[in-house]
């Protein structure tokens, strides 16, 4: 039987913007726009990252309301930052800023869940404890809002606007994997939260990502110009939905998302537990896992570097091209606001070694940098071949940081392996396709 056409919309809420995307199933993507938010990003004490979320979803309707085809849409999907949380009240009503997942605020909570849960401790080998997890978020709510009292739930940045746009809030295994769901079961590790006198019901309930959780409100069609009653599907983070959109599926891809941090996902088909708790384990599609990490690289050190030296990323690449491998010596850092893979610790900075007066130049510092990302990308690889035993057979790079040319030439040399770089591949386009399999389950990504 022939597939009805259908149109669906993705939205993806990254670090620095929303963006959406409407994908026809016979036509492809046909409509997308952006709002940039990269002004509501506040750091009002050191190692604090926290925006206000009623803002962003300010940006959403206005980015929504952008499309062209808005009207024609018959299903939407959502996804966000992976561990950025916001804690709302019994009417849904936010009582603080969203803290974002690269907040390291709770470092000493995370200590504290490790004493305190055996559980947690164990569970190391499948998500390794920092301040980026949700639990120690919550540890920090509960000693330092005054309105804790009042928190009726803590739901991620996607549950949020998911609740905004049909009035439920429900998640997924996936979204909800820094809030210590069982990569094995699919359901909260209930005992970690009791020993942390956390209550489970804190936190949104589950639902299998693709599941229908709700329709659009009246009130949410009205605001945003969605056609009232249709689906709003379950999600999925937004590197996972990077990871939909590049066609990353099967057993042994592997998607590296080049954006403000690096972060490596790969398709594995068991999670086997690191010992050395390196890397985090997340659910999938079907009987699929992600294994990977989210470093502390990315473009953050290229973008503050071009802005330094007031040349463009383009000019800063070309002249890299004609710098030779190994920068006639000079060794950078590019990690610059702590690391979490392979071993975490929030107090790295960044750094050059090996200046001198020949490699003093921006093709060398800059192609130092790219040789920096390169070299943690290729570190994590063999950590997820090593602990997973899963051949990494294709490598495919997305994100801002993969328009250069120079960086995807280093990674291919270093890794050993070809290098897939996809152009104008979006977060956004992986919840659309989510949102059109959801709402007709005859149609089969993968």
Not at 386 to 407: L, N, W
Request: net charge negative; with cysteine; proline share 5%.
């Amino acid at each position: 039987m022939r597939r009805r056409e259908l149109k669906a919309l993705g939205v993806d809420i990254g670090t620095t913007s929303v963006k959406t995307a409407i994908l026809d199933t016979e036509n492809g993507i046909i409509d997308s726009s952006t709002a940039d938010t990269s002004d509501l990003i506040k750091r009002p004490q050191p190692n604090f990252a926290e925006r206000d979320i009623d803002e962003i979803w300010k940006r959403v309707v206005s980015s929504v309301r952008a499309l062209e085809h808005v009207r024609s849409v018959e299903a939407i999907s959502v996804d966000a930052t992976s561990g950025t949380v916001v804690a709302v009240d019994s009417k849904g009503k936010p009582l603080c800023p969203a803290i974002l997942y690269a907040d390291k605020r709770s470092t000493k909570e995370a200590g504290e869940v490790l004493e305190r849960s055996e559980i947690a401790r164990d569970y190391q080998t499948f998500l390794p404890v920092d301040a980026s997890l949700v639990l120690p978020k919550i540890l920090w709510l509960k000693r330092n809002i005054q309105e804790f009292g009042k928190v009726s739930s803590i739901l991620h940045e996607s549950d949020f606007i998911t609740m905004k746009l049909c009035g439920n809030a429900k998640t997924s295994p996936n979204v909800a994997g820094k809030s210590h769901v069982d990569v094995r079961s699919g359901k909260y590790l209930k005992d970690v939260y009791e020993d942390l006198d956390i209550p489970l019901d804190l936190m949104p309930p589950l639902a299998e990502i693709g599941d229908v959780v709700g329709f659009v409100s009246k009130d949410a069609s009205i605001e945003t110009g969605l056609p009232n009653g249709i689906p709003v599907i379950n999600g999925v983070t937004d590197a996972t939905a990077g990871d939909i959109a590049t066609g990353t599926l099967e057993k042994g891809q592997l998607n590296a998302t080049i954006g403000t941090t690096l972060v490596v996902h790969a398709v594995v088909d068991k999670p086997l537990p690191d010992r050395k708790r390196r890397i985090y384990y997340k659910n999938f599609l079907g009987s699929t896992y992600i294994a990977g990490g989210a470093t502390d690289a990315g473009t953050l050190p290229l973008d503050s570097i071009s802005s330094m030296l007031r040349l463009s990323l383009h000019d800063l690449d070309l002249a890299a091209s004609n710098v030779p491998p190994g920068c006639d010596g000079i060794l950078a850092q590019p990690q610059w606001t702590g690391t979490r893979v392979p071993d975490h610790n929030p107090n790295v900075r960044g750094f050059f070694i090996g200046l001198t007066a020949k490699n003093c130049t921006p093709g060398h510092i800059f192609r130092s940098l790219l040789e920096g990302n390169a070299a943690i990308l290729s570190e994590v690889i063999g950590i997820i071949e090593e602990v997973t035993e899963v051949t990494i057979k294709e490598v495919i790079i997305c994100g801002g940081g993969s328009r250069s040319d120079v960086q995807n030439q280093i990674m291919a040399d270093m890794m050993g392996l070809e290098v897939l770089a996809l152009e104008n591949v979006e977060a956004a386009v992986g919840s659309a396709m989510l949102a059109a399999w959801g709402a007709d389950r005859k149609i089969d990504i993968r």
